[in-house]
């Protein structure tokens, strides 16, 4: 099975993990998918202090396969 790197990007920032061994690109897609929500939900509140994330996935190769992106932005009517 071919192998899948799954970057995180965020304000303090790039992770990557182990290499996953997945059987093909579209299962690396989906993976991705639910990657990104459980580790944004685990991230719990501290998105926003950057306001940016990425979850980045590339072959063995370094070649990028897919990309999650997430921006937030909060009103300016919005008081803290």
């Not at 929500?37 to 370094?62: C, I, N, P, S």
Request: charged content about 20%; hydrophobic content about 45%; some cysteine.
């Amino acid at each position: 099975m071919p192998n899948f790197y799954f970057a995180v990007t965020d304000g303090s920032g790039t992770e990557t993990g182990e290499p996953v061994d997945l059987p093909n690109i579209a299962k690396a897609k989906s993976e991705a998918v639910i990657m990104a929500g459980q580790m944004l939900k685990d991230l719990d509140g501290r998105f926003w202090a950057a306001g940016h994330w990425r979850l980045e996935v590339t072959d063995a190769t370094g070649l990028m396969i897919c990309a999650i992106d997430v921006d937030g932005a909060t009103s300016p009517a919005v008081k803290d």
